[in-house]
């Protein structure tokens, strides 16, 4: 394709940048886009991934058919199949009526599988049949259905990885996988930068009737250094919420500091727990609150030594008793700031409170403050829509 071809790809679709990447990246959905090859999109969360099935479905024989996308991480476990594949009346308790599933629905079109690497591992043998005969059965039939589908999957996970941990099927990787397009991270397009802040300050002034913000040279610099961990969808955030906040439309180094967040999750230190103690970490929430009853356990162990101490109830020898009944009243000794926030932190958690409790909470205070929308609240707690969904199902939150 020349470079005209993409330029017009990237003006009717909104792309902003010049990155050698991403004109690849576009330029591969070109060329396969009049084909019925399977595509996979990998790339971090916010990069733009859901462009290229547009991008693609829009310049084959089929731009005129059904275009559906499908996020397959924010439909539950029990209900995936009926919503891909359809079902028939009383095939389950609320199978009501017949039901078509998006193959077909989308007979002659092409289906986007949004994280796709989220599919249960029952839907993806039904899966892998339709991408290598294109049959499929409905939840509930004995009747085989043919339909004719073109796929678009795209992740945010490493495949491959998930194959070998024995979560992802390895023949429907290979199926997905025919023509792999990867779309670079934001921090790794630093030419692309500036020009998506201006877009997007561009984008806001319109939006708000403002004039638009602009950076000085230090800020600049600041902006081309940040990591951008979620990618073009956080500066778009980060410029819209200058553009409302700020009064000073020139953003200062100092500014653009307060607007960005403290610590990258990159730069926090991993805490790995013993290997022996058998403990699985799901998150970086949940490590916080295993160090914080942790060190409340620690707290409330010393107090009790000392209390046996005192008592005669602890093997010690009579010097060490003495000297405890002897020493001068026990001080509160001030700890570290951290470590005593820490504390009372821990404080405030019920004794008995456990792992699983603190996340139920978590989960509800998170659908409480997004009044009860899940994707948001998913958003919020850094967990996939299936995830989240599974989480409320199990915990009772309905």
């Not at 099935?53 to 995936?80: F, M």
């Not at 073109?150 to 996970?157: D, G, K, L, Q, S």
């Not at 919420?241 to 990159?266: G, Y």
Request: aromatic share 6%; net charge negative; with cysteine.
């Amino acid at each position: 394709m020349t470079n005209n071809d993409i330029q017009q790809v990237k003006q009717r679709f909104g792309i902003i940048g010049n990155n050698a990447e991403l004109n690849r990246a576009i330029d591969v959905a070109l060329q396969v886009a009049p084909t019925d090859l399977s595509v996979l999109i990998t790339g971090e969360s916010g990069v733009g991934k859901e462009y290229f099935p547009q991008i693609i479905h829009l310049n084959s024989p089929r731009k005129h058919a059904q275009y559906i996308a499908v996020n397959c991480g924010a439909i539950p476990e029990g209900t995936i199949d009926s919503e891909l594949f359809g079902h028939e009346k009383g095939s389950f308790t609320d199978a009501k009526d017949l039901r078509k599933g998006y193959f077909e629905v989308a007979d002659g079109g092409t289906i986007f599988l949004d994280e796709v690497g989220e599919l249960p591992l029952a839907t993806q043998v039904r899966l892998l049949r339709v991408l290598e005969s294109g049959e499929f059965l409905k939840v509930g039939s004995s009747k085989v259905q043919k339909t004719n589908v073109r796929i678009v999957a795209a992740t945010n996970v490493n495949l491959a990885e998930a194959v070998e941990n024995h979560k992802f099927r390895e023949d429907l990787y290979y199926r997905l996988n025919t023509v792999p397009i990867r779309i670079p991270p934001l921090r790794e397009r630093s030419e692309d930068v500036l020009l998506l802040f201006r877009k997007f300050a561009s984008d806001s002034a319109d939006k708000y009737r403002m004039p638009a913000i602009s950076l000085n040279e230090d800020a600049k610099q600041l902006l081309l250094s940040y990591r951008w961990p979620g990618n073009v969808r956080e500066l778009k955030n980060i410029v819209e919420r200058i553009s409302v906040i700020e009064e000073n439309r020139e953003i200062t180094k100092d500014v653009l500091q307060f607007h960005l967040p403290n610590i990258s999750m990159e730069k926090l230190p991993v805490l790995i727990p013993h290997a022996d103690d058998g403990k699985v970490f799901n998150s970086e929430r949940e490590i916080l609150y295993q160090v914080l009853f942790d060190m409340k356990k620690d707290v409330n162990d010393l107090k009790k030594l000392v209390h046996d101490i005192m008592n005669g109830n602890a093997p010690v020898n009579t010097v060490e008793k003495e000297t405890f009944k002897a020493a001068a009243p026990v001080q509160k000794v001030p700890l570290h700031p951290i470590h005593d926030a820490a504390i009372q932190d821990a404080e405030a958690v019920e004794e008995s409170m456990s792992l699983l409790d603190v996340e139920k909470d978590l989960i509800r205070r998170a659908l409480d403050r997004n009044r009860g929308k899940r994707r948001n609240a998913a958003a919020d707690l850094k967990i996939s829509e299936r995830t989240l969904y599974r989480k409320i199902k199990e915990y009772g939150l309905e």
